[in-house]
């Protein structure tokens, strides 16, 4: 079954880096895309990014240009996601999820399967 | 960039109640807007896709509709195991997401 396992909780001081990762079983991760999504405690969605693990190719949130960094190691199937500069907004639960399609339109894209979750305290 | 926004913001509803969730964005984007579920303390979960498909194992009294701007989700006979928050997303700008801000549906 598909599976995305996430790192555990990180406590950050403002200024530092954050590096979470989400490893893929279950499927070929080669194949496809993984996007992160975080959510600030009590509040909504925020999508951050996307990268397609087969090419390393990335896209990121304009909000998030700069600061956050999307990477891949193909041969344990894992993805992950630093954020630099970190300050006490950047304080949230980070998701990764796969994208997947339902038509070859290229716009039918949506998120099968998500991660558990990670969260980021920044705290001085 | 394409703008989601969602009413209402939160709403209290009885076991058994038909539950209607309203999504709008700020330009068209045909059908390509999905729903997620999300409990709280979990991961959202893929409830309907293409605005109106039901994701495989999602309960039938869960419905989607519209296109174009305008889009619903309907609870038909809400259940205990279905109050959490709602988002939707447009998929129309792929490879850039954006969710609603949410619907939270609580017990009344």
């Known amino acids: 079954q598909v599976q995305l396992v996430q790192s555990g909780a990180e406590v950050k001081k403002p200024g530092a880096s954050v590096k979470v990762s989400c490893k893929a079983s279950?499927?070929?991760?080669?194949?496809?895309?993984i996007n992160w999504v975080r959510q600030a405690t009590g509040q909504g969605l925020e999508w951050m990014g996307w990268?397609?693990?087969?090419?390393?190719?990335?896209g990121y949130a304009q909000k998030f240009q700069g600061r956050v960094t999307m990477t891949r190691n193909t041969s344990i199937s894992t993805a992950y996601m630093e954020l630099s500069s970190l300050r006490s907004e950047d304080t949230a639960v980070y998701y990764c999820?796969?994208?997947?399609?339902?038509?070859?339109?290229?716009?039918?894209?949506?998120?099968?399967?998500w991660g558990q979750g990670t969260l980021v305290t920044v705290s001085s | 960039d394409i703008q989601m926004t969602q009413s209402p913001s939160s709403l209290s509803a009885s076991v058994g109640d038909r539950v209607t969730i309203t999504c709008r964005a700020s330009q068209s984007i045909s059908s390509y807007l999905n729903w997620y579920q999300q409990k709280p303390g979990k991961a959202p979960k893929l409830l309907i896709y293409?605005?109106?498909s039901l994701q495989s194992g999602v309960p039938s009294r869960f419905s989607g509709s519209g296109s174009g701007t305008d889009f619903t989700l309907t609870i038909s006979s809400l259940q205990p195991e279905d109050f959490a928050t709602y988002y939707c997303?447009?998929?129309?700008?792929?490879?850039?997401?954006?969710f609603g801000p949410g619907t939270k549906v609580d017990i009344k």
């Open positions: 279950g499927y070929t991760f080669t194949s496809y895309d």
């Open positions: 997303q447009q998929s129309y700008s792929t490879p850039v997401f954006t």
């Open positions: 999820a796969r994208q997947n399609y339902y038509d070859s339109s290229g716009y039918s894209a949506l998120l099968d399967y």
């Open positions: 990268m397609n693990p087969n090419s390393g190719n990335t």
């Open positions: 293409a605005a109106s």
